[in-house]
């Protein structure tokens, strides 16, 4: 390099543009236009001689140009800052990174030859800013300007070449500039350049340009620039670039770039950016770009790009790139590529694409492609492409594509194709294809292909394929095709093809061949082919064929062909040939042709010809032939033909099945089948079955079977089973089976059971079991079940058991179980047992259990039990227990447990025990317990127990007890005690105890205790003791003791003793004793005595009694007496109404001189002083003054 000329090192922006808004080029000439030479930055192009001084004017961002100019020495004017030039052009000779542009000013160092500058007179700023090349090239111009001063380089202390004293790529000697308060650490050959307060620690060969407040730690051959406030670690051959109050970690060769406040750990040669607010985390050889706020881990070898906000989490060899909020977990050698707030989770191997919101999981070397708002889930091996907001899951190997809104779920190794809003689910091996909003769902190995709306579900290794809206079921290794809107159904091996809207089902190993429409349904090895709108039904092994819109149901192995419109049922092994319209029905092993519009019925192994609308009705092995409308019933063996409408007999020992309507006649041991609304009569020991609507008759040991409607008589130990509605009569020993609302009548010993809605009638020792809402009616010692709302009736010792519901009646001794809300009835001793809300009526002696609400009568000596809300009525000394809320009713000497909220009564003498709320009424001498809230009433000589706030009312001699805030209320002469907040009412002679804040009122003599602030009201010669605060009203003479600021009213003559504060009145003739501070009121000829500051009123011929303080105000002919004390002891001034100036009905009291004094409301009136004349009083207070009037 020519020694004329220097290096310059500054930064541009990403647009090459610098402060001023010059845009720099890349390389070649730059020019200042408006140049002019002053120590000013403004007007001139700037930059770091040799790049060493101040970084202030650097720009220190991740994508900043780094510029190095090469300037002519002549042109320089030093600033007066660290290392800061301005010349007017230059020469740009590289723009890049920042790494490159440091290489290439210690190449121009190297190059460089030193020069000898002259020194000026001023210097700018210290020589050890200056490298030591620099300071032999070159002598700065001075400049001809008075407002600055030009500083030269200072003179070289050495002048060694720096082409032999240094090498290329570093300075010889650590270089520290630090403001105030930092702390500087540097190896050899290190740079270190500091704001105030930072720290830094540098090893050997490295750079480190720290904004105040910083702390950077880096290896040997590392270069950190950090903005204030940062930290900083890196190992050797480290690049970190942070922004202000962020924090890098780097091991050794890393390369690291971080916006303001993110974090970054890379391991090392790791390469991360990171915006600011970012969190970064990478192990060796790995390549991080960050957004702002976002979060990246990654192990060794991982490339990761993530937009503001998102979270990425990858293993080894992993790349992932994500939008803004998006989530990526990957393991290793996985590619991740996620839109802005999506969630991605992949094992090794996994490469993945999701649109914004999506969320996809993958298991190793799996490939996921999906649509904004998707869900992909797969295994292993597996390849997933979806639509936005679709759902895949996928096991390993497979393959799945979902249009929008799709639900995929595919086994391992599947391939799956779904329109949008399909569901799909399959297991290992199987292939899939749907149309939109279709529902396929198939077992390993199948194929399936539906059409849009369809839903097709398969077994393993079946083939599929159905037309828009219809519906396949199929076992394994099927194969279904279904045309739109049908429905097909099918076991393992079954090979089925539908027209529109037809319904098909078959078993195992079948074929189904079905025009639109038509219904098949078949059993494992059977062929159908049916017309439209046909419907099949097959056993195993059947071929059916059929017309349009016939039925056909057949057994194993049978072969039916029908024409249109027919009907064929069919056992096995049969064959049957119908005419269109005709009905045929054939058990196992027959052969039947009908014309159309016929009707044959077959036994087994039978042949049957009919011709058209003719009817057939065989029996076992019997041939039957009939023509047009013919009716043909046949034994077993027996050869019938019959026209429609016809009637058919058989001999003894025949079998007979009758067509509809038909008549039938059989002779002994004869069996006979009807059809609906036939007549059929027998012999004895003959078997009649019968249809819809039959009559059947039979002689003795006669087994009738009857449909619907029929009517059956039977002879001595006949069986008789009758269908809905029948009529059945039998003899003794008969046994009789019932169907809904039949009628039945047996003998005695019979044994029946009915249907519901049946009757039955029955002897003596019989056995009846009635269905739902029967009527049974046997003799003594029968046994009756009854179902729902039967009614039953028995004899003397029967045992009944009723449904919901039920009326049972029973003789004597009888045991009776009825169901919920029946009605019992028995007569003595009898157990009875009843359901919710039953009745129940015992005779003498009988146990009655009732559930919940029933009602229970009884005879004397009955034990009743008694559900919630039962009502009980017992007779003499029972014993009743009812449930919650019931009402028993009881005689005398009865004993009664009832529950919550249930209502009592009982004859004299009872115990009665009633739960919350209940209401009780006993006899006299009763026991009455209750509950909270309970109601209680008993007659004389009853002990009451209440619970909480309940009302009691009892005869005289009574004895009650209550709960808090209960109303107690008794004879005379009763004893009450009550709880807090009490009610009482007592008659004449009673003895009561309240608790507190009690209201108590009470006959004559009377004894009244009450609780604090209680209220109690007695008659004449009560005697009364109250609380504190409590309000007494009593009749004369009684005697009222009430605690301090109690209220006490008495009649004439009472006595009344309070505490203080208390107020008292009483009539005349009364006695009243109070506390301080108390006012008292009596009649005439009451006597009066009260603590201090009292006030006292009391009438005519009185004696009122007060101490000093107190006001006392007689009638006429009173004494009033004031007690006072001088210290050591009382001294009574005593004075009478009308006597020395002393006036009745006038308030009076005693002065500090001891002087009697009348007391006046208005404070301004003038006190009367009244001065006792010697002789004029009782001796005692003999000595006292004349009187005197004195003025206020």
């Not at 991360?272 to 070898?301: E, K, P, R």
């Not at 090794?348 to 996921?368: P, Q, R």
Request: aromatic fraction near 6%; charged fraction near 10%.
């Amino acid at each position: 390099m020519n020694r004329e000329k220097v290096l310059a090192l500054r930064t541009c922006t990403n647009n090459m543009s610098d402060h001023c808004g010059l845009i720099w080029p890349q390389s070649g000439i730059v020019e200042c236009r408006h140049w002019q030479p002053s120590i000013k930055q403004e007007n001139g192009l700037t930059g770091l001689l040799w790049g060493q001084g101040t970084n202030a004017h650097l720009n220190m961002h991740a994508d900043a140009h780094w510029v190095v100019c090469m300037v002519d020495t002549a042109d320089i004017i030093w600033l007066g800052e660290e290392g800061m030039i301005k010349f007017p052009r230059a020469e740009v000779v590289y723009a890049g990174t920042r790494a490159g542009a440091l290489q290439c000013i210690a190449a121009g160092i190297a190059q460089h030859a030193p020069s000898q500058p002259e020194l000026p007179v001023t210097t700018v700023i210290a020589a050890d800013f200056i490298p030591r090349a620099a300071q032999a090239q070159f002598t700065a111009p001075v400049v001809d300007s008075g407002a600055h001063s030009t500083a030269p380089l200072p003179a070289a202390t050495n002048s060694t070449d720096p082409q032999a004293a240094q090498a290329s790529t570093a300075i010889l000697r650590t270089r520290e500039i630090a403001t105030y308060g930092s702390t500087l650490t540097g190896a050899d050959q290190s740079q270190l350049i500091a704001g105030y307060g930072s720290t830094e620690t540098a090893g050997n060969g490295s750079e480190l340009i720290a904004g105040y407040g910083s702390t950077g730690v880096a290896g040997s051959d590392s270069t950190i620039v950090a903005g204030y406030g940062s930290s900083q670690t890196a190992g050797g051959g480290s690049t970190l670039t942070a922004g202000y109050g962020s924090t890098q970690t780097a091991r050794h060769g890393s390369d690291l770039t971080a916006g303001y406040g993110s974090t970054e750990t890379a391991g090392a040669d790791s390469s991360l950016i990171a915006g600011y607010g970012s969190t970064q985390t990478s192990g060796g050889d790995s390549s991080l770009t960050a957004g702002y706020g976002s979060t990246q881990t990654a192990q060794n070898g991982s490339d990761l790009t993530a937009g503001y906000g998102s979270t990425s989490t990858a293993g080894t060899d992993s790349s992932l790139i994500a939008g803004y909020g998006s989530t990526q977990t990957s393991g290793g050698e996985s590619s991740l590529t996620a839109g802005y707030g999506s969630t991605q989770t992949a094992q090794d191997g996994s490469d993945l694409t999701a649109g914004y919101g999506s969320t996809g999981t993958a298991g190793a070397d799996s490939s996921l492609i999906a649509g904004y708002g998707s869900t992909q889930t797969s295994g292993n091996d597996s390849s997933l492409t979806a639509g936005y907001g679709s759902t895949q899951t996928a096991r390993t190997g497979s393959d799945l594509t979902a249009g929008y809104g799709s639900t995929s779920t595919a086994g391992a190794d599947s391939t799956l194709i779904a329109g949008y809003g399909s569901t799909q689910t399959s297991g290992g091996d199987s292939s899939l294809t749907a149309g939109y909003g279709s529902t396929q769902t198939a077992r390993k190995g199948s194929d399936l292909t539906a059409g849009y709306g369809s839903t097709s579900t398969a077994g393993g290794d079946s083939t599929l394929i159905a037309g828009y809206g219809s519906t396949q079921t199929s076992g394994g290794a099927s194969s279904l095709t279904a045309g739109y809107g049908s429905t097909q159904t099918a076991r393992s091996g079954s090979d089925l093809t539908t027209g529109y809207g037809s319904t098909s089902t078959a078993g195992a190993d079948s074929t189904l061949i079905a025009g639109y429409g038509s219904t098949q349904t078949s059993g494992g090895d059977s062929s159908l082919t049916a017309g439209y709108g046909s419907t099949q039904t097959a056993r195993k092994g059947s071929d059916l064929t059929t017309g349009y819109g016939s039925t056909s149901t057949a057994g194993a192995d049978s072969t039916l062909i029908a024409g249109y419109g027919s009907t064929q049922t069919s056992g096995g092994d049969s064959s049957l040939t119908a005419g269109y319209g005709s009905t045929q029905t054939a058990r196992k092993g027959s052969d039947l042709t009908a014309g159309y519009g016929s009707t044959s019925t077959a036994g087994s192994d039978s042949s049957l010809i009919a011709g058209y609308g003719s009817t057939q009705t065989a029996g076992f092995k019997s041939i039957l032939t009939t023509g047009y409308g013919s009716t043909q019933t046949a034994q077993e063996g027996s050869l019938l033909t019959a026209g429609y409408g016809s009637s058919s007999t058989a001999g003894s020992d025949s079998s007979l099945i009758a067509g509809y309507g038909s008549t039938q006649t059989a002779g002994f041991k004869s069996i006979l089948t009807a059809g609906y609304g036939s007549t059929q009569t027998a012999q004895e020991r003959s078997t009649l079955t019968t249809g819809y609507g039959s009559t059947s008759t039979a002689g003795h040991d006669s087994t009738l079977i009857a449909g619907y409607g029929s009517t059956q008589t039977a002879g001595y130990k006949s069986i008789l089973t009758t269908g809905y509605g029948s009529t059945q009569t039998a003899q003794e020993g008969s046994s009789l089976i019932a169907g809904y609302g039949s009628s039945s009548m047996a003998g005695p010993d019979s044994s029946l059971i009915a249907g519901y809605g049946s009757t039955q009638t029955a002897g003596y020792d019989s056995s009846l079991t009635a269905g739902y809402g029967s009527t049974q009616t046997a003799q003594s010692s029968s046994w009756l079940i009854t179902g729902y709302g039967s009614t039953s009736t028995a004899s003397f010792q029967s045992s009944l058991i009723a449904g919901y519901g039920s009326t049972q009646t029973a003789g004597y001794e009888s045991t009776l179980t009825a169901g919920y809300g029946s009605t019992q009835t028995a007569q003595e001793i009898s157990w009875l047992t009843t359901g919710y809300g039953s009745t129940q009526t015992a005779g003498h002696g009988s146990i009655l259990t009732a559930g919940y609400g029933s009602n229970s009568t009884a005879g004397y000596e009955s034990t009743l039990i008694a559900g919630y809300g039962s009502t009980q009525t017992a007779g003499y000394e029972s014993t009743l227990t009812a449930g919650y809320g019931s009402t028993l009713t009881a005689l005398e000497n009865s004993s009664l447990t009832a529950g919550y909220g249930s209502t009592e009564i009982a004859g004299f003498s009872s115990t009665l025990i009633a739960g919350y709320g209940s209401s009780q009424t006993a006899g006299g001498d009763s026991t009455l317990t209750a509950g909270y809230g309970s109601t209680l009433t008993a007659q004389d000589n009853s002990s009451l127990t209440a619970g909480y706030g309940s009302t009691e009312t009892a005869g005289q001699d009574s004895s009650l007890i209550a709960g808090y805030g209960s109303s107690l209320t008794s004879g005379v002469r009763s004893y009450l005690t009550a709880g807090y907040g009490s009610n009482q009412i007592a008659s004449y002679g009673s003895s009561l105890i309240a608790g507190h804040e009690s209201t108590q009122i009470a006959g004559h003599r009377s004894m009244l205790i009450a609780g604090k602030l209680s209220s109690q009201t007695a008659g004449s010669r009560s005697t009364l003791i109250a609380g504190m605060g409590s309000v007494q009203t009593a009749g004369d003479r009684s005697k009222l003791i009430a605690g301090a600021d109690s209220t006490q009213i008495a009649g004439d003559r009472s006595k009344l003793l309070a505490g203080s504060n208390s107020f008292l009145t009483a009539g005349d003739r009364s006695r009243l004793t109070a506390g301080d501070d108390c006012t008292l009121m009596a009649g005439d000829r009451s006597k009066l005595t009260a603590g201090k500051n009292s006030i006292l009123t009391a009438g005519a011929n009185s004696r009122l009694i007060g101490s000093l303080g107190s006001t006392l105000t007689g009638g006429e002919d009173s004494v009033l007496i004031f007690r006072c004390w001088d210290g050591k002891r009382y001294t009574n001034i005593i004075a009478k109404t009308g006597e020395e100036g002393v006036e009745a009905d006038t308030a009076y009291q005693v002065d500090e001189d001891r002087n009697l004094v009348e007391k006046f409301d208005d404070p301004f009136d003038t006190i009367a002083t009244i001065v006792l004349e010697p002789g004029s009083v009782p001796a005692s207070v003999a000595d006292h003054a004349a009187v005197t009037q004195l003025p206020n």
